[in-house]
């Protein structure tokens, strides 16, 4: 009888401890399913966030193509032979450098190096250009040897002249309507 007495208090403890074990891993397990629950709370704001963040990014690249767009359809991007002149310079000689008054251009503006250059028949004087390795400029003369697909940029002196020399260049240019 004391072995089976034994043996019932030997369950009676294991059924104990298991008892115990058991509402031990069930609270680690409330415990974790409560950090879960917060933690997909958590996850929602943000996904909802991100949400809103992907909808006001695709808004700006709506923008973005549209201004692009837009941009092609006023500029042109080509490649052009491009030399400098210096009219105002001292040494600059007529028939090489300008014809009749160094000081006006073709379209009646004052020469101005730096802004001012010299396009083909085919770009209207006004037209603005961009000029890689030198900025930006306005065509407001001609040339007689000028032709179109090339761009002669006004200068201080007949050495920055000759320093630009002949060159090949991207130019970045209004189209004219």
């Known amino acids: 009888m004391r072995g089976k007495t034994l043996i019932a208090l030997l369950a009676l403890f294991l059924l104990a401890f298991g008892a115990g074990y058991i509402h031990q891993q069930t609270r680690l397990l409330e415990r974790e399913r409560v950090w879960l629950e ?11 966030h991100l949400r809103l963040k992907l909808q006001e990014l695709h808004s700006r690249q709506s923008e973005i193509l549209r201004r692009m767009e837009e941009w092609l359809d006023a500029w042109e991007v ?3 032979e491009s030399t400098a002149y210096a009219p105002l310079d001292p040494w600059a000689r007529e028939g090489m450098c300008y014809a009749g008054n160094p000081r006006v251009t073709a379209s009646g503006a004052e020469v101005v190096p730096g802004i001012t250059a010299a396009a083909g028949p085919d770009i209207p004087f006004g037209t603005r250009a961009y000029v890689m390795g030198d900025g930006p400029r306005i065509i407001q003369d001609r040339g007689g040897r000028i032709e179109n697909g090339s761009i002669d940029l006004a200068v201080e002196t007949r050495d920055e002249a000759l320093e630009w020399g002949r060159r090949t260049v991207k130019v970045v240019y209004e189209k004219w309507r």
Do not use: C, H, K, P
């Not at 933690?39 to 909802?48: G, K, Q, T």
């Open 38 to 48: 917060t933690e997909i709370e958590l996850l929602e704001v943000e996904n909802a």
């Open 78 to 80: 080509d490649i052009w």
